[in-house]
């Protein structure tokens, strides 16, 4: 069993906190406000490509906003689910974190009642810290995906 202690605890509470509300507006605003979530210095790798700091991580989300509402069926729906997360401090500000997520979309399907299963699972690896406003914070984003549904 891990020996924490009662600050750690805390601090492990609040970063779940953090992940739990990415993924919320991930899923309800599509990142559109996610700039209170990250640090200014932010390193956020997406698809391979690194965005830095919260401009170039508002960017990329206001640029896939743009680029799903395209598609004849408009934005899909879609759900960040996440699991086993894994807090390593670093010091009493610094955390590096490690969590699965099975992302589900009902991009490319025909209907999103129609099927269940993931669009993809990911190994997500991020930094997080407290600043100086008492607030954790994102400050590294990257991730690697362990399945993908194949299109039949």
Not at 23 to 43: F, K, M, P, S
Not at 94 to 104: D, K, N, P
Request: glycine residues 8%; charged residues 25%.
């Amino acid at each position: 069993m891990a020996n924490i202690t009662m600050e750690q605890s805390l601090a492990i509470a609040s970063v779940q906190q953090l992940i739990n509300d990415w993924a919320y507006e991930l899923d309800v605003n599509n990142g559109l406000h996610i700039a209170g979530l990250v640090t200014a210095d932010c390193r956020y790798a997406v698809g391979g490509t690194l965005r830095e700091g919260r401009a170039g991580v508002e960017k990329f989300y206001r640029d896939r906003l743009e680029r799903l509402s395209g598609q004849p069926d408009g934005v899909p729906t879609q759900r960040h689910m996440l699991s086993n997360l894994r807090v390593s401090f670093r010091s009493a500000t610094e955390v590096s974190i490690t969590f699965s997520l099975l992302y589900f979309t009902t991009a490319g399907m025909s209907s999103g009642l129609n099927h269940a299963d993931p669009a993809a699972t990911a190994d997500v690896r991020m930094d997080c810290r407290r600043e100086s406003d008492g607030e954790w914070r994102i400050s590294a984003f990257d991730s690697g995906q362990a399945f993908k549904r194949v299109p039949k």
